[in-house]
């Protein structure tokens, strides 16, 4: 890293390991248990998501890790009421706004700033009486950039699931799944350029960002391959990372994990 440029705090996403327990329904793994490593490992932050249906993180576990945190925690909610004010009790470091469907794997998009502007403000208002910081996440664009602003957040994560999706169909041969990217067969040169343009529109996104007094972070779909050229933009000043995370963690400790069990069954 050039000493001159701006660090990157890396926020650590543990949803991942509450979906891995939710397949049981038991209480292991503990994604509290991932505070003290993520910390340990140099993750600057901790973010979690309480969606409305609970179906991962449920309210303990925010109550559990927010409380016991040793690094700030950034808690992804929607703009729901009721998961509102039980933000505002939680009161976590940051509150990041995000469009929320039960349908959804994961989320699909930033927030409609413009269709849910009152809604949204109204959200906003009742989160600043409660002294949580606010985070929007936006799609990169122009119109969002300036909607955040004038809703008075502090800062924007920008998503950057278009330009994970476009990067894994032009570089990988594995199939590729997502929501936002039609599933057309396009040519090499017509990925690169798509690709050139989502990875432009995150830029020009941020830099307006940036300039209108915005903190800018950005997140969704980034992993060990994509996510280096995602630095180069010197105004993002975080990243929010999760399943890439967590799913390598699983090949890194695996092994461990074998042995430790064999040495259990041992007479
Ligand atoms: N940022 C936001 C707002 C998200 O909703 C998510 C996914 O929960 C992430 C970042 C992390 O995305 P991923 O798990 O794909 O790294």
Redesign the pocket.
Known sequence: MHADKPKIDL?V?I??IAVLREARKINDPDPLMALAICAQAGADQI?I?LREDRRHIHDDDAFRIIASSPIPVNL?CSIDSEIISIVCTLKPHRA?L?PEKRSEV??EGGLDVSGSYHAILNAINILEKSEIEISL?IDPTAEAVELSKKLGAQWV?L?T?TY?NLYAMRHSALPHSHHSIEPLRLSRQELDSRLAEAFEAIQNAAEYAQQLGLKV?A?????YQNVTRITTIESITEL???????ARSVFTGLSRAVSDMKELCKR
């Open positions: 926020g996403n949803d991942h973010t998501h992804e990041t995000v994961t989320t996440f994560e998503h699931g994970a972070a997140g969704h779909g980034l992993n929010n990372i999760g399943q890439s995370i967590i």
